[in-house]
């Protein structure tokens, strides 16, 4: 087993046991639903942006450990950016996923989320963590709530 699948591993475990910024956030926010129907993951996020910045995140939800992960650690590495910085950040992790860039393991704007490139190895899991970004994607869009699904808009 190689380091990055090793740390891979355990991130996942450690997340998905003590997820960080586990909860909603006091209304007014911006508030996203995601659905994965292939794995059965769910994810509520709530984003408060001030300034065109991510003043905080937070979420809430019910999936499998690797949507529950990729979820804590998205809010982790988006809090405190702006609204484009962000973004850059979910078109990045995706492409990691599907393999259409290198694995960005000397970058240090994406550390530690680097671990999930290993998901690209497993095409089922590859929207367990892409869940949280595709509505985090969502959310920042301009006009309310929003309900995404990893098998496009289709709502059910
Ligand atoms: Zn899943």
Known sequence: MSVVNELYQEMILEHNKRPRNFHPLPEPV????????????????YIDLENGAIKDIGFQGSGCA??????????VAVKGKTKL?????????????SR?????????????????????EFPARIKCANLAWHTLRAGLEENGAKVVSTEGETKE
């Open 85 to 97: 910085e962000a973004e850059a950040l979910v078109e990045k992790f995706r492409k990691m996923l």
């Open 30 to 45: 911006k508030k996203s639903e995601g659905y994965n129907p292939l794995c059965g993951d769910r994810i509520t996020l």
């Open 100 to 120: 259409e860039i290198d694995q960005p393991f000397d970058d240090r704007e994406f550390g530690k989320l680097a671990v999930f490139s290993g998901v690209g």
């Open 66 to 75: 690797i949507s529950k992960a990729s979820a804590s650690m998205m809010t």
